[in-house]
């Protein structure tokens, strides 16, 4: 069983970020009015709904039958609408429909395995980029790359209404294959409270994705990389405090 059938306690684990900041930089970075929006591998879907919440007409899309039954059952319990909420593979995709800002984030292009899935990815992106649209990819900091787990913490629980989620994303000091570059991470994830406990875990495969690499297959499938952050306040990927590599793309 994935990891992410365990869509609630995945969305506990992740709740240490600032959804309505880092919504907020979204939308400052694609720069005009953003009407419509898409959320790829949105798993539970935590900025997808806040756009919602902003009166953006907001998509999402994922490959889990159980996150994305998770993101419909939370807009509904909220009386939210989102447009679309679309079971596909990210590698290769349509939807009929374009949107202002589409993006991904906290690494999930790292379920892109190969080159081929890469392109694959980002020209099903160009096709449903409006005219003047944005794709934002969060992924893993280039040195959290080549220095594993220099960056990024691997391990950390957190609590609400007296749940607790414990989440191990590998060791952070697994080798990444030179020629792949994947690498293979046990990911736990544990979840405990009045109704019992819960252990979910799986080897998964990720794909640790260079800088000029984003910026080669964007070429390739008809965008740019115009900017790049460290974090979603903007700071350059130079900054000693840098965690994330942010790009933003558009149409070429
Ligand atoms: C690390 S979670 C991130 C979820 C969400 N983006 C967030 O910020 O919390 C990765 C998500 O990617 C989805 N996923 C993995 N491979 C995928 C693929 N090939 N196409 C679409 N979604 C995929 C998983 O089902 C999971 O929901």
Redesign the pocket.
Known sequence: M?V?DA?AG??LA?SY?DVPAEVDALLAWHGGAVRTSL?????????ALELARRGIATAT????PA?CARVAERAAAEGLTLTRVVR????D?AVDETFDLVF?????LA??LTLESLIGHLRSVRRTLAPGGTYVIESLHPADGFQPGSRTDTEWTTERDGISAHIRWGRGDEPIDPLTQVTHLLVTLDVAGPGGATHHEELMAQRFWTVDELTAAARIAGLEVTERYGDFAGNPLDHPHAWRLISVLRAA
């Open positions: 994935s992410f869509s995945y969305e992740f970020r959320e790829l591998a949105a798993g539970p879907g935590d900025h899309l994922d490959l889990s996150m596909a593979d990210m590698t995709f991904c984030l906290i690494d999930s379920h892109v």
